[in-house]
């Protein structure tokens, strides 16, 4: 593992590759996402928007659609494009903070450390792209003063990208939570490979599919777990049969690291499926995680949007399908007022394994017997930030100011731990696990504003919570939280 990515270096050398624009759209931009979406579901862009990051060549092949239907969707995205994807070096410096630790975060989320400082250097080639993002943060949760989350390489091999770095990800249709990988743990340093225009297949006999995506990556994590330096592999299959409908399979499998099975048979073995202990626990060759996704979006008015969507992700399989399933449901849609436009979403979540269709079992959702430390990076969750055995509610939204200004609003009810089976373990105190002490229920209001300020942007939110929620080590968090990030691009 610690050897590839030079042999991914090397293999991209020998590779002819067309023009690199700037690579991806990140994750976590709202507006950005909310633009990308509402293209989609009007017909003008006919492309799957559930993979994050997105590809830029995925934005630019849009169709003639109703002004009105699209607003400025196609000019924010059109004005980051040219922020972030011209060749040569450009740079930004980012400083932020906040005054408590947040449990429940979404796509859009905030800081949560105490402070931190960064800079930010890319370079954009004509087959290359390139950033270094060090950062020092003040009183780290995971003890790691220095980071260099967002750093990456990355190159073009036909209509393929291929990478290592440092890169957040978030994979399904939800805004509040994803079931099978988000962005609420640090970005996992990786190797990774991703299709770089999802366009359709130009075969008859499968044009059927759709525009399509597929994203691979391989990764290893930290060494502070109970099976230290475990690997980590993901990979996603989206497809697009007809307009408005997307359709996403993803699978994660965590295996190998300290005193586990490491050779090729094991990987063939987590590869097909054969996990659940066929073999005895000495010989399971990992934990799994399968997700189905599906989205419906599609344009309901001049100026509105509407989705429908679900997310399903298993701890098991049988009969080759996900088992010991937990589930999300949303809608979300689009408007027009108050000369401005707006994102609504209404969310749940259940991660209470087969509480939904059948009798619930307790502690199953994003844990193992083997990797006690359970699917979670330097202390926390790498999917839904609530962690397992949880419920949420959530009804949020984001007005955005013909001015480039936004205001953003949510509010979350929250069960978690609801049967003080989820803790994931780790040895020594070195990093701050976020698992809620068991069964505390509690109501989370967000307000969040951005806008320009000092030729760079700042970002400002407030959240309060009814009740203090406790930690499983016993600490208190605050009921308000307040978190603040200023950018400038140079």
Known sequence: MRTAPLLLVATAISLPAPTLAAPWLAPGDARARYAA???????????????????WDNLEERREAPEDATGTAHAYLAFERREQAQQGLRGTVSLSGATERRVVR??????????QLGVTLQWQGEHWAAGLSPSHTQNPQDNKDWRLDGSYLAATAGNWVIGAGNLDRWWGPGWQSSLILSNNARPLPAVWLNRRNAHAPQNEWLSWIGPWD???????????????????????FTLRPIQGLDIGLSRIMQLDGEGRPDGASTYWD????KDNRQEGKANDPGNQLGAIDIRYGFQAGETTTLGLYTQMVGEDEAGRLPAKKSWLFGMDATSALAGGEQQWYLETTNTVTDDLFGEPLPGVTYEHSIYTTGYR??????AASQGGDAETATLGGWHFLPGGSQIGASITHAKLNQFGAIGGQAPGNSVDYLTPAPNQSLTQTTLSYGTEILSGWLDVE???????????DGTELDQWQVSSEWRYRF
Do not use: K
């Open 37 to 55: 979406q509402a293209l989609a579901d009007s017909g003008s862009l006919n492309r799957t928007t559930s993979t994050w990051p997105l590809m």
């Open 106 to 115: 979404g796509f859009s989320a905030s800081p949560d450390e105490s402070g």
């Open 214 to 236: 597929f994203t691979l990556f391989a990764g290893e994590m930290e060494s502070s777990r109970t099976v230290r330096e475990a690997r980590l592999i993901g990979m996603r």
């Open 270 to 273: 987590a590869l097909v499926g």
């Open 377 to 382: 990076y330097r202390g926390r969750s790498m």
């Open 462 to 472: 407030a959240q309060f919570s009814d009740e203090a929620l406790v930690l499983r």
